[in-house]
C-alpha cells in the first residue's frame, strides 16, 4: 500500500521562528489534508490541498501533487502551534497518514 | 451537529468483554469513516461507510471487529472478546461525499482501554 512519510519527526523552535513541514507519498493521491492534533487528541483541521497553494493566517501549505509531497509552512510560530502535525493522503477515499511530526515551541 | 461527536469519550473494560462505540457524524454527512490511532503513530484506517453499506472495510483487524450505520447517519463499531492490543483512540471522520472531493472532519475519538 502507500506509504506516507512526514519530516522531521520532531521540531523545536523558539517563539518566532518559521519552519516547513514536509509529507512524501510513495504514490498518488486523489486528496491531501493537513491536520493538528490538539492535547486533547482531537484533530483540528489545517488544509485540504490536493494540489496548489493555500494561505490561512501564518499558516500556508504547498502541495506538488505530480512530485507526491505536500509542505506546510508556520510562519512567525507561537506557543499553541506545539503540538502534532499530520499529512493525511487517499488513494482512494480513505486517508493514509504519516506518523506525524511534533512541533515544541518556547517563548 | 455542529462537529461529529463521539461516546464515550473513554472506555475501560477487561479483556473477553464486548464493547460499543458511537460515532454521530455531521449532519447531512453521506460518508462515514472510522480510524484507530496507537500511541506515537498516525490514524490507521478501519472501515468507510457510504450511505447504510460499508463501502470499504479493507482495514478491519479481525472479524472481532464490525461496525453498521443502519440508517445512513449515527454509527456504531462494535467490538468483541477485546485484547489488550485492542487499547487505542477510536476515531471517527465524516465527509460530504466519499469522491474525489472529500475533506474529512474527526470527532475527538474514544480512548478504549482494555485491562
Known amino acids: 500500500g502507500i506509504q506516507v512519510e512526514q519530516s522531521p519527526p520532531d521540531l523545536i523552535l523558539q517563539e518566532g521562528a518559521n519552519s516547513t513541514l514536509r509529507c512524501n507519498f510513495s504514490?498518488?493521491?486523489?486528496?491531501l489534508q493537513w491536520f493538528h492534533q490538539n492535547p486533547w487528541g482531537q484533530l483540528i483541521n489545517l488544509f485540504y490541498?490536493?494540489?496548489g497553494t493555500k494561505q490561512n493566517g501564518r499558516l500556508s501549505a504547498t502541495t506538488v501533487a505530480t512530485e507526491r509531497y505536500s509542505l506546510l509552512y508556520i510562519s512567525s510560530s507561537q506557543t499553541t502551534d506545539s503540538g502534532v502535525y499530520f499529512c493525511?493522503?487517499?488513494?482512494?477515499?480513505?486517508?493514509?497518514f504519516g506518523k506525524g511530526t511534533t512541533l515544541s515551541v518556547s517563548s | 451537529g455542529a462537529g461529529v461527536s463521539q461516546t464515550p469519550s473513554n472506555k475501560v473494560t477487561e479483556k473477553g468483554k464486548y464493547v460499543e462505540l458511537r460515532c454521530d457524524p455531521i449532519?447531512?454527512?453521506?460518508?462515514l469513516y472510522w480510524y484507530r490511532q496507537s500511541l506515537g503513530q498516525g490514524p490507521e484506517f478501519l472501515i468507510y461507510?457510504?450511505?447504510?453499506?460499508?463501502?470499504?472495510d479493507s482495514g478491519l483487524p479481525n472479524d472481532r471487529f464490525f461496525a453498521v450505520r443502519p440508517e445512513g447517519s449515527v454509527s456504531t463499531l462494535k467490538i468483541q472478546r477485546t485484547e489488550r492490543g485492542d487499547s487505542a483512540v477510536y476515531l471517527c471522520?465524516?465527509?460530504?461525499?466519499?469522491?474525489?472531493?472529500?475533506?474529512?472532519?474527526f470527532g475527538p475519538g474514544t480512548r478504549l482501554t482494555v485491562l
Open positions: 471522520a465524516s465527509s460530504s461525499w466519499g469522491g474525489s472531493d472529500n475533506e474529512q472532519f
Open positions: 504514490d498518488s493521491v486523489n486528496n
Open positions: 490541498i490536493p494540489s
Open positions: 493525511g493522503g487517499a488513494p482512494g477515499t480513505a486517508l493514509i
Open positions: 449532519s447531512g454527512h453521506t460518508a
Open positions: 461507510f457510504q450511505g447504510t453499506g460499508a463501502a470499504d
